[in-house]
């Protein structure tokens, strides 16, 4: 097996060897899904802990994908972070076809003070994208 074409594993590990065994056979139709997941959100892209809420998956399984679809090129991991469920970051991942207005979006917001940012006239939380 060849990661991240196949799914990883733990050197030294006869279990997760296993795990990754069983799981090549789905791998591919999972990391297609999960392509599919983030081109569908545009140019917001999605985090990986996005794609577990949207899929109902399990952590590991959709953020090995995100992370395979990366190192094959077939996503961009960006720099920009967003909150997951538990309040860690988590990188945003966006389709190629979106890095420009991904960028270009996201360095207009750069510009913004940092009152501008935390809200509106109201003072709730506004989002940018």
Known sequence: MTYPN???Y???SQTSKEAAEK????VGSIRARCYRAIEL?????????????????KHQTISARFTELAQQ??????NVMRKTRSGC?????IAPQFHEEFLRL?????????????GGRDGKQTSLF
């Open 41 to 57: 959100h545009g140019v917001q892209g999605m985090t990986p802990d996005e794609g577990e809420v949207f899929f109902g998956g």
């Open 6 to 8: 196949d799914p990883g």
């Open 10 to 12: 733990e050197r030294n």
């Open 23 to 26: 799981m090549k056979h789905f």
């Open 106 to 118: 996201h360095s207009m917001a750069e510009f913004l003070k940092p009152d501008d940012r935390k």
């Open 73 to 78: 090129g077939k996503v961009i991991k960006t």
């Open 89 to 93: 970051n988590a990188f945003v991942h």
